[in-house]
Structures are given as structure tokens and as C-alpha cells.
């Protein structure tokens, strides 16, 4: 609009007492008694550029305090809460929240995946979570994989989805790739299809990660080779491919 103004105009007195207010404000909100705070009543999240406004040049600091703030909502007086009460909306808000003004933290991943999309009961909550985990693994991959194996596990064994437990594990395959990422997780898709009994894909899948060269390491590779020639091995014989074999 044309009557705003951009924040560098607003002179320097009124923005330090801007920020006090605001900061004031939400260590107020933190502080409170437990047994006071209302988790249904979790509000919508501040505006990215009033939080780095508040934040006084110290956003890491900031996060973690948003990140103290959201769990206030989850736990009273020791006692945890019925986190379904909560506004995932909000909830998702708040946790995107910290991750702008810290995306290197875990946290507020940690916090979606362990913690808020675990919730029994609230199907729909735990879904929209594993959604938000899986949006923010896109923009860091190699850095937020542990969350989205977890929330390929918690697809797979809470909410029984074959098929978006593999959604989350193809992601791993194709987009992990660096050398930080451990095998395993860049192999979950693999496991899942042969804990599904898919082993026709399963080959294909391994067969052409033998075949591509990308694995250097000679254990790594030998480890491969013999999970390959395993699968191949129950193809082969009908009466072994109806084992029951490990789950991942």
C-alpha cells in the first residue's frame, strides 16, 4: 500500500521500544503459570518481520524462546496436555515460525515429527503434520532427513499408509543424497517394499543402485550386493518369498 512505510524509515527510538514491547510481551505470555495457559486457545503466529523487529538482532535466541513459548501450551504444571486440543494451524505456524529465524535448528522439526504428529487420536492432526515435516525436508534435505524417516515410520506402523510411508521414503532416495545421510535412510524405500512383500521393485530399486557406482564404500557395497542376491533368491523361490521377513 502506499501509505506504509518501510521499516529502516521508522526512526531508531521507536523501533528499540517497538521491540521491548514485543519482547516484553512475549516473556510475559512465556513466564505465566502453567495451569493459566489454555491450550485451545493457542494463537496465531506474530509476523516474521515483527519477530526479527523483536529480535534485536539475536533471531537464534528468538527461536528458542518462540520454541519455550509453544511448549508452555503443551504441558501444565508437569502434566501433559491433550495435545489434540490444539490448533495444528497455529501449531504449524509457530513451528515454521522458528525455523525462519533458525533454519539450521532441529528443534522445531523434532518437535513436529516426535512430538505433535504422534498425538493418538487426531488422525487428521498427525496427517497434517507429517505434511508440514515433509514441506520443510524439500528446502534442507540432506540436513532434515531424521525427520522425514521418522515420519515414514509413523506412516507406515500409526496411521497403516502403505502408500504415503513410501511417498516419504522415495523423497529420502532421491533427494538425500549427500554423504552425511546414512545408507539406511537412503535405503528405507527399499526395506519398505520388502517388508510390503514388493520385491520385484525392491530389486529394481537395489539392482540399479549396485549398478550406478555412486556406493564407494567396499563394505557398503558388499552389504548391497548380498541384500540383492537375498531378494533375487526369494524371486526365485515362491515358498521363501512368503516369509515373513524383518520390519524397518
Do not use: C
Not at 97 to 119: H, I, K, N
Amino acid at each position: 500500500m502506499r501509505d506504509e512505510r518501510a521499516i529502516a524509515s521508522v526512526p531508531a527510538p521507536a523501533r528499540a521500544l517497538l521491540a521491548l514491547a514485543f519482547a516484553l510481551q512475549l516473556g510475559w505470555q512465556v513466564w505465566q503459570p502453567a495451569a493459566k495457559l489454555q491450550p485451545q486457545n493457542l494463537p496465531p503466529p506474530p509476523a516474521l518481520g515483527a519477530l526479527r523487529l523483536a529480535s534485536f538482532g539475536e533471531p537464534l535466541a528468538l527461536a528458542k524462546a518462540l520454541m519455550i513459548y509453544l511448549q508452555a501450551y503443551e504441558s501444565q504444571r508437569g502434566e501433559i496436555s491433550q495435545l489434540r486440543s490444539l490448533d495444528y494451524g497455529h501449531l504449524q505456524g509457530w513451528l515454521l515460525r522458528g525455523l525462519q529465524l533458525d533454519p539450521l535448528s532441529q528443534y522445531p522439526l523434532l518437535l513436529a515429527a516426535r512430538v505433535y504428529a504422534e498425538v493418538e487420536g487426531a488422525e487428521p492432526k498427525q496427517r497434517a503434520m507429517l505434511a508440514f515435516v515433509r514441506q520443510q525436508f524439500d528446502a534442507d534435505p540432506n540436513r532434515r532427513w531424521p525427520w522425514l524417516a521418522h515420519a515414514a515410520v509413523l506412516a507406515r506402523h500409526r496411521l497403516k499408509d502403505v502408500d504415503l510411508a513410501r511417498e516419504f521414503a522415495q523423497a529420502l532416495r532421491l533427494q538425500a543424497t549427500g554423504p552425511e545421510v546414512p545408507t539406511w535412510a537412503k535405503q528405507m524405500e527399499i526395506l519398505l517394499l520388502q517388508d510390503i512383500g514388493e520385491l520385484e521393485t525392491a530389486e529394481i530399486l537395489l539392482g540399479a543402485l549396485v549398478a550406478s557406482r555412486n556406493v564407494r564404500d567396499d563394505r557398503e557395497l558388499a552389504f548391497l550386493q548380498e541384500r540383492l542376491a537375498e531378494i533375487r533368491a526369494k524371486l526365485a523361490d515362491p515358498a521363501a518369498a512368503a516369509t515373513p521377513v524383518t520390519k524397518p
